[in-house]
């Protein structure tokens, strides 16, 4: 059965990011330090590319900078969630 999509205004998906986010902070202990990382190297790309190119490219930075800490989120916890015990009661 397909799921409904939330509701313009619904905090349901912010919710669901701030829960991963904090299992993730709790489980792994990478987790932070990559997030730095990930965030840093962002705002060094944006900066090269500015100074090389354009002060266009800052739009592709605010981009960049909401991007890798998603992407490093999603990788980190499946890494958490598989190792986690499974809970079914079959």
Known sequence: MAM???QPGSRRPLHAIAAAFALTARSDML??????????TA?????????????????VG???AILAPLIVLNVRIKKVLEALPDRRDD
Do not use: Q, R, Y
């Open 31 to 40: 987790f932070v330090p990559l997030l730095v990382a990930a965030e840093l």
């Open 62 to 64: 605010i981009l960049l």
């Open 4 to 6: 409904p999509s939330p």
């Open 43 to 59: 705002m060094a790309l944006t900066a090269l590319m500015v100074l090389l190119w354009s002060p266009a490219f800052i739009v």
